[in-house]
């Protein structure tokens, strides 16, 4: 089904029962109104990495305290132990907001798992003294299964850059990308960023939520005094998967 086609199934009827809206897991809630708590989830007018015009911006920039890293840290242990389950060994974070992610996330499925997976970051630049490399963390060893963490994805560009860093450390094995928000649009043809890198990459995808969950629970309801999303950023919304919504 075209992603388009399923964003207006699920969000645009302007009436849904309360069994629709209550299907949303509760943590996928709990997450998007902690996005906008923390000022990451923000609507308005932004021009993205790859130059399109957007009315939201996911900004993993604004999780600035210990307690926001660690909660945001149980929403992403959540989703990979969802997906992937815990058969892996390493936790990937490219440089440079991958970097807290992979220790938040490693951190709380040890918490809530009791799985010790080990996180690995690269560096932009090889260091040469003292722990000399690209990497920061765990080495990368042969055999081993590597999940790699990222915010978002809109094009597919970070994975072309981190899976040579990541195959360069011997026979391992990149089994998956998980991103906080699945924007739901083209990457660079017109299948979505995330099924793209799927079929190109061999890699499993998955999000916390997807832009589309978004509009479900905040479309026309109250949050903290206020309406998120009105008819007016609703209608900018759709004016944007028009131009950019994946098939």
């Known amino acids: 089904m075209n992603i388009k086609v399923f964003y207006d199934i699920i969000i645009c009827r302007k009436t849904q029962t309360k069994k629709e809206i209550s299907g949303m897991e509760q943590y996928k809630k709990e997450f998007i109104e902690f996005m906008i708590d923390c000022n990451v989830l923000k609507f308005g007018d932004f021009t993205t990495k790859s130059g399109r015009k957007t009315p939201f911006f996911v900004n993993t920039g604004f999780y600035r305290t210990g307690a926001q890293l660690r909660k945001l840290g149980q929403y992403y242990a ?12 390493v936790l990937f974070g490219p440089a440079y907001k991958g970097i807290p992610l992979s220790v938040a996330a490693t951190m709380e499925i040890s918490e809530m798992y009791g799985k010790d997976i080990r996180y690995c970051s690269n560096r932009k630049e090889v260091k040469d003294h003292g722990d000399k490399g690209i990497l920061l963390g765990s080495p990368i060893q042969d055999g081993d299964k590597v999940v790699i963490i990222e915010d978002v994805t809109t094009a597919g560009t970070s994975i072309k850059e981190t899976l040579p860093i990541i195959k360069a450390q011997g026979d391992v094995n990149p089994i998956g990308l998980v991103v906080s928000v699945d924007r739901m649009e083209r990457g ?39 309406v998120v999303i009105d008819d007016k950023l609703k209608a900018a919304i759709d004016a944007y998967y028009d131009q950019y919504g994946a098939e």
């Open 188 to 226: 660079q043809g017109t299948k979505s960023a995330l099924k793209e890198i799927e079929e190109t990459y061999g890699l499993q995808t998955t999000a916390i939520v997807t832009m589309a969950e978004v509009v479900e629970h905040l479309y026309n309801k109250e949050y903290k005094g206020r």
């Open 78 to 89: 959540k989703a990979i132990e969802s997906k992937f389950g815990l058969d892996f060994d």
